[in-house]
């Protein structure tokens, strides 16, 4: 197991995933082995198997937190936020105050138009993380830290405060940037889209939409697995992103 979370650190996913799949066979009934092995197969772009890891890994140990922040997030993509805030209410019950499940919630909440809670969520999961920056892993921290900014700033666009917004969520895209994380820098463009397009900044919000596209195609390029990327395609939030493209 320790050996597979290195290779993990290494991002050399390939041969954690071997790693842990030895483990497996050995304690099958392991939780963080499946928590593991569905970060892993989420890396590969294996959405729908590192779903039923992250579950399995949850009906092994109820109180796994990183397995129910991440089921939740891969709901949210998927365009059920009802079932996301379902999943991530418990662990929140014992956990008011983890960064991952915040944002999930956050990021449902935004879904579902309930802004006011979306940025509260938003403000605590930035807060907590912030405050986490020294005490774990770097670059983890700092991702959190993108999802609390880019939250924060959804947030403030719904309530009209646009121009806090701009701020907030340029911060959150250097941010991302920085780390290295596709799926917060093509949300983060999105955002800045849809902030342009209240606006009336058309050119702008035009080009802040086709960057993301761009971070969504570059991703889906390095799927091997052809069903994967097709899923990954057809995701409602994608399509909904690129139908904003060729109607703006």
Request: aromatic fraction near 6%; hydrophobic fraction near 40%; include cysteine.
């Given at each position: 197991?320790e050996?597979?979370?290195?290779?993990?650190?290494q991002e050399?996913?390939?041969?954690?995933?071997?790693?842990?799949?030895?483990?497996?066979?050995v304690?099958p009934?392991?939780?963080?082995?499946r928590?593991?092995?569905?970060r892993?197969?989420?890396?590969?772009?294996?959405?729908g198997?590192?779903?039923?890891?992250?579950?399995s890994?949850l009906?092994r140990n109820?109180d796994?937190?990183g397995?129910?922040?991440?089921?939740?997030?891969?709901?949210v993509?998927?365009?059920?936020?009802?079932?996301?805030?379902e999943l991530?209410?418990?662990?929140?019950?014992k956990?008011?105050?983890?960064?991952d499940?915040?944002?999930v919630?956050?990021?449902?909440?935004?879904?579902l138009?309930?802004?006011?809670?979306?940025?509260?969520?938003?403000e605590?999961?930035?807060?907590?993380?912030?405050?986490?920056?020294?005490?774990?892993?770097?670059t983890?921290?700092?991702?959190?830290?993108?999802?609390g900014?880019r939250?924060?700033?959804?947030?403030?666009c719904?309530?009209g405060?646009?121009?806090?917004?701009?701020?907030?969520?340029?911060k959150a895209?250097?941010?991302?940037?920085?780390?290295?994380n596709?799926?917060?820098l093509?949300?983060?463009?999105?955002?800045?889209?849809?902030?342009y397009?209240?606006?009336?900044?058309?050119?702008?919000?035009?080009s802040?939409?086709?960057?993301?596209?761009?971070?969504?195609?570059?991703?889906?390029?390095?799927?091997?697995?052809q069903q994967i990327?097709q899923?990954?395609?057809?995701?409602?939030?994608v399509?909904?992103?690129?139908?904003?493209v060729s109607g703006?």
């Amino acid at each position: 197991m320790e050996r597979g979370k290195e290779y993990f650190a290494q991002e050399n996913y390939e041969k954690a995933r071997v790693e842990f799949r030895n483990a497996l066979q050995v304690s099958p009934d392991d939780a963080e082995g499946r928590y593991m092995s569905g970060r892993v197969a989420e890396k590969l772009g294996n959405v729908g198997e590192a779903a039923r890891f992250y579950q399995s890994a949850l009906d092994r140990n109820t109180d796994l937190v990183g397995a129910r922040a991440a089921l939740g997030r891969l709901y949210v993509f998927s365009g059920a936020p009802e079932k996301a805030l379902e999943l991530v209410e418990p662990g929140l019950a014992k956990h008011p105050d983890d960064a991952d499940l915040l944002t999930v919630r956050g990021a449902a909440r935004i879904q579902l138009k309930d802004r006011q809670g979306a940025l509260t969520d938003a403000e605590k999961a930035l807060k907590f993380a912030e405050d986490c920056l020294q005490l774990a892993e770097p670059t983890e921290s700092r991702k959190n830290i993108v999802k609390g900014w880019r939250l924060r700033g959804q947030a403030y666009c719904a309530q009209g405060r646009l121009m806090e917004a701009e701020v907030v969520l340029r911060k959150a895209l250097t941010l991302a940037k920085e780390v290295g994380n596709p799926p917060q820098l093509w949300k983060t463009y999105q955002a800045l889209g849809e902030l342009y397009e209240r606006q009336g900044e058309t050119k702008q919000a035009r080009s802040a939409y086709t960057n993301a596209i761009e971070v969504i195609d570059s991703v889906a390029s390095r799927l091997q697995d052809q069903q994967i990327k097709q899923t990954f395609l057809a995701a409602r939030p994608v399509q909904e992103l690129r139908s904003k493209v060729s109607g703006s």
